[in-house]
């Protein structure tokens, strides 16, 4: 059984910073891809950012610039760094991460969402 338990969300004022973290746990052989998803009220859900075993990644248009994800495999962990935060960052946000463990193939797996709120 695999885990993903996001963690850092909160309230922030326009133009602070958090700092979101997902840990996957559990019999856990390797991991692929590592994602960071989120969903505003009323809009779908959307691509934040993505970064591969190797460490390339790739970020969504409305983040670029601001945003910067990075792993450490050694914990299984994701991270997402999120400066200058706008109000319209405001959304639910989502680890998912491409999973093979030590009796499955690779699955896909989500976390439960962690809430940020950008607002004065």
């Known amino acids: 059984q695999v885990q993903l338990v996001e963690s850092g969300g909160g309230l922030v004022q326009p133009g602070g910073s958090l700092r979101l973290s997902c840990a996957a746990s559990?019999?856990?052989?390797?991991?692929?891809?590592m994602d960071w998803y989120r969903r505003a009220p009323g809009k779908q859900r959307e691509l934040v950012a993505f970064?591969?075993?190797?460490?390339?990644?790739n970020y969504g248009n409305s983040v670029k610039g601001r945003f910067t994800i990075s792993r450490d495999n050694a914990k299984n962990t994701v991270y997402l760094q999120m400066n200058s935060l706008k109000p319209e960052d405001t959304a639910v946000y989502y680890c998912?991460?491409?999973?093979?463990?030590?009796?499955?193939?690779?699955?896909?797996?989500w976390g439960p969402g962690t809430q940020v709120t950008v607002s004065s």
């Open positions: 998912y991460a491409l999973i093979t463990t030590t009796s499955q193939p690779m699955a896909s797996y």
């Open positions: 970064i591969t075993t190797g460490g390339t990644t």
């Open positions: 559990g019999s856990i052989f390797s991991i692929n891809r």
